[in-house]
């Protein structure tokens, strides 16, 4: 079965996100919609796409359309999301789900009752890199993770005109970027912290730049940093009992998607897995969850826990102390 998709926006995100689409092999990219439909034409010839729509809603209501991509900014989500499945359109939504834990809670129940499938835009858990390095720490091979860093952080023009640097639409390094790190985090772990601490760079109330620490059970911990103001990092060390492993480009691998291990008594072991786009395996994994009528991985339901852990993080930054992590139902 093939999957007809619409877009409901034209964010520059679309420009890596349309040949993804062009590649997955159970999809068909239908539809863009734009709150004008000058700039949603304009995307559609530029990208060969067979339809535009001069509003959301529009996109919403084709009947052709059985799912959407949604790289509205982070305020946004909820209202999109809900008002897509709604109509009975499944979503791919732009990671973070929603600004804060509690938002996605209420989403994802109130999703559930339209029987359409939800997932959060992370590519990283779909490349085959990241189901080979699960499969290594769950035979034991690196012994008991006992800590993990990852970090991921870029460069942004500070104008104060971009919608990552305003309050308003739930911006922040935290958001933008530093999910990637706690949702990697929680990921290596296979466990949720208890507690969190975190300092934070904050500018018109948003944060430029963050970094702390993850406390867990047994004496295990994490740390990680993000930002706007440091140049392009984006790794994950896992060290466990036996060794320490190291993925560099973690969440945006290249065409040779490597990592190593580093094992105790020195040797250094390297693997590689060429010729994937993780973008396209998403789409793909996605629409197989459509078809099958089942939870997508990573589902609703892992975008709140991740979210439980974001907002800790920035009640500690705000606070100064350490805080504890919600684990509700």
Not at 71 to 83: G, I, Q, R, Y
Not at 136 to 154: I, K, M, N, S, Y
Not at 164 to 183: E, N, Q
Not at 306 to 323: C, Q
Request: proline share 5%; charged share 25%.
């Amino acid at each position: 079965m093939v999957i007809h998709w619409g877009i409901l926006g034209v964010a520059k995100i679309n420009d890596r996100l349309i040949p993804a689409f062009n590649k997955a092999s159970n999809t068909e990219l239908r539809a863009i919609a734009s709150r004008s439909l000058d700039k949603a034409s304009a995307a559609a010839k530029a990208a060969g796409i067979p339809v535009a729509h001069g509003s959301y809603e529009a996109l919403l209501d084709d009947p052709a359309v059985d799912a959407v991509y949604i790289p509205l900014p982070n305020h946004l989500h909820a209202e999109w999301t809900l008002k897509a499945a709604e109509r009975g359109k499944h979503v791919l939504c732009e990671k973070p789900l929603c600004p804060t834990a509690l938002e996605a809670r209420q989403l994802v129940d109130a999703v559930k009752e339209y029987n359409v499938r939800l997932m959060d835009g992370f590519m990283w858990p779909h490349h085959p890199r990241t189901h080979e390095i699960r499969r290594f720490l769950d035979d034991g091979r690196l012994g008991e993770v006992r800590h993990v860093h990852a970090v991921f952080t870029f460069m942004l023009d500070l104008d104060g005109t971009n919608i990552r640097l305003r309050s308003d639409t739930a911006g922040g390094s935290l958001l933008d970027v530093g999910c990637y790190p706690i949702f990697g985090i929680r990921w290596a772990m296979d466990a949720e912290p208890e507690s969190v601490w975190a300092t934070a760079t904050m500018e018109q109330g948003v944060d430029l730049r963050m970094s702390g620490v993850l406390k867990f059970a047994g004496n295990k911990t994490a740390t990680f940093d993000c930002g706007f103001t440091l140049p392009f990092r984006g790794s994950m060390e896992i060290v466990g009992t036996k060794g320490t492993m190291r993925v560099p480009d973690m969440w945006l691998p290249p065409e040779a998607a490597v990592y190593e291990v580093e094992w105790d008594d020195r040797r250094v072991e390297h693997f590689a897995i060429s010729g994937h786009d993780q973008i396209a395996h998403m789409i793909e994994d996605f629409g197989r969850a459509i078809v099958e009528k089942r939870e997508p991985v990573p589902s609703g339901e892992e975008s709140v826990r991740t979210l439980r852990v974001l907002d800790a993080l920035a009640r500690s930054a705000r606070e100064g102390r350490e805080v504890r992590v919600e684990h509700g139902s």
